[in-house]
């Protein structure tokens, strides 16, 4: 093979990726791609992933908030399980309690 061949194949590569680049903006700019006018802003959504805990291999729980609702999901790449629903939690203040039982002072004696 000669250098000229290398060099044309090469040309035509790159040709043919920068021209499915020009068709995907092509594509986007027209409306034809994911659709971004749908995405809301965070405020504005109403669905949430609160927390991702991995579990042994590929599973996962995930606590999933809708609304005013949380899911908690265990997920693998087999299947999905809805363990529980419950209410979203009131923010709550976590300020520590006195210890139910106290020891009494002892004096020393003398």
């Known amino acids: ?48 992933i609160v927390e991702v805990m991995p579990l042994e291999g590929r599973r996962k729980l995930m606590i999933i908030r809708r609304d005013n609702r949380e899911h908690l999901l265990m997920i693998s790449p087999a299947s999905e399980l809805l363990i529980e629903s419950f209410d979203k939690p009131a923010t709550t203040d976590i300020t520590p309690s006195p210890p139910k039982h106290s020891v009494p002072n002892h004096k020393e004696v003398k």
């Open 1 to 48: 093979m000669d250098f000229s061949q290398y060099f044309r194949f090469l040309f035509a590569l790159i040709f043919v990726i920068g021209l499915i680049g020009v068709i995907a903006v092509m594509v986007r700019r027209m409306g034809f791609g994911s659709p971004t006018s749908i995405i809301k802003r965070h405020g504005e959504r109403r669905l949430d």
